[in-house]
């Protein structure tokens, strides 16, 4: 699985209509607010052109892309943090998620609804990321009250998680999202298992009425909104998404010669939000893609195969994409002097084709 994505936002601005567009599916989507109760889940596979580059010079069997799932959570509306609209139900269908992204309606239309019965990207930014940080706050309070009721009040580990949680505390009663505070790689580590939803990375998409929207003054807000946060904006239209996905091959690719398909930009920017990137496993029988944390080194990249790979760790035999391809393959590449035999301390690039050595 390569990661897991919320796709939340106000009711009634899209939310549906672009999950169906990204997951391939054909969900009810209605004009009135909470068309979603259950949330939707799609699995769809990752499009990376390499794989049938792999696939072409070695003709195998079998292709493995890597997947990413999407979670079309039902629409959260002022209060969900203390249970307004189902809210409490709704903000934990966010905690399993590894990103979010932010649908916000970006266009005028009096035919559709609007839940505040007005659209304004501002004031529907911040009502979604007030309920997270409400919700965040609640969830920090009590842990630290937790905490502080241990009987080894002296535990280093204890201390330093309240310190942690007190930096938090005082974010949040400042009305600021979590992912504008800054900590470190350990901090994190340490408040990680408490699933905060304003620390999660996340992505805007902008539901735009065309998708020539360069005179969006919506959607300039928008950005604006991103820009402040370091997020990122994906404009797109929708219906427009949806429409291709339901036509054939021959029109869909007129589209795409033209414009990227929302699947790809997603996926990418979900990528980089993560510090995700992909390694291949390749071989006549099969070539696999397998999603990785950028920095992570040899041994814990064999274990995303399996534990033993981990476990047993002899070496890596790496060949990077481009001399891969290049030379034609595994045996080109060897006789190019291109195959390295890599250790532990490797950190695995993006692209790398590896062969784990392992014994147990």
């Given at each position: 699985m390569g990661f897991k994505c919320g796709i939340v936002g106000l009711p009634n601005?899209?939310?549906?209509?672009?999950?169906?567009?990204?997951?391939?599916?054909?969900?009810?989507?209605?004009?009135?607010?909470?068309?979603?109760?259950?949330?939707?889940?799609?699995?769809?596979?990752?499009?990376?052109?390499?794989?049938?580059?792999?696939?072409?010079?070695?003709?195998?069997?079998?292709?493995?892309?890597?997947?990413?799932?999407?979670?079309?959570?039902?629409?959260?509306?002022?209060?969900?943090?203390?249970g307004e609209g189902l809210g409490n139900l709704f903000l934990n269908n966010i905690k399993t998620s590894d990103a979010i992204c932010h649908v916000v309606r970006c266009f005028k239309d009096e035919k559709i609804i609007h839940v505040t019965g007005k659209v304004d990207p501002k004031t529907d930014v911040?009502?979604?990321?007030?309920?997270?940080?409400?919700?965040?706050?609640?969830?920090?309070?009590?842990?630290?009250?937790?905490?502080?009721?241990?009987?080894?009040?002296?535990?280093?580990?204890?201390?330093?998680?309240?310190?942690?949680?007190?930096?938090?505390?005082?974010?949040?009663?400042?009305?600021?999202?979590?992912?504008?505070?800054?900590?470190?790689?350990?901090?994190?580590?340490?408040?990680?298992?408490?699933?905060?939803?304003?620390i999660k990375p996340t992505m805007y998409i902008a539901n735009v009425k065309t998708q020539n929207s360069q005179n969006n003054s919506l959607l300039g807000q928008l950005y604006e909104i991103a820009n402040k946060e370091n997020s990122v904006v994906i404009p797109l239209c929708a219906l427009t998404e949806y429409d291709l996905i339901k036509q054939d091959i021959k029109n869909r690719n007129k589209f795409i010669f033209n414009e990227e398909l929302c699947l790809n930009r997603v996926i990418r920017a979900g990528y980089s939000l993560l510090k995700l990137h992909t390694y291949f496993t390749a071989s006549i029988k099969e070539v696999h893609a397998w999603t990785i944390p950028v920095g992570t080194n040899a041994p814990q990249a064999a274990g995303k195969i399996h534990s033993d790979f981990q476990k047993g760790f002899i070496c890596a035999q790496t060949i990077a994409f481009h001399d891969y391809i290049l030379h034609k393959g595994e045996?080109?590449?060897?006789?190019?002097?291109k195959m390295r035999s890599e250790g532990k301390n490797y950190i695995i690039q993006d692209g790398d084709i590896v062969k784990f050595l392992f014994n147990i």
């Open positions: 601005v899209g939310k549906s209509t672009i999950f169906n567009a990204l997951a391939g599916q054909n969900i009810k989507v209605a004009n009135f607010p909470f068309c979603t109760i259950k949330p939707n889940i799609g699995v769809v596979s990752v499009p990376d052109l390499r794989l049938y580059q792999l696939v072409k010079i070695l003709n195998s069997k079998k292709l493995v892309p890597t997947t990413m799932e999407f979670v079309d959570i039902a629409g959260l509306v002022k209060g969900a943090s203390k911040n009502i979604i990321n007030s309920e997270l940080i409400l919700a965040d706050l609640v969830m920090c309070e009590n842990t630290i009250k937790r905490l502080r009721k241990k009987t080894d009040i002296n535990d280093q580990n204890i201390n330093k998680e309240l310190g942690i949680l007190e930096k938090c505390l005082f974010h949040l009663l400042d009305s600021q999202l979590l992912r504008t505070l800054y900590l470190t790689i350990e901090e994190k580590n340490l408040i990680n298992y408490l699933n905060f939803l304003s045996q080109g590449a060897k006789l190019a002097g």
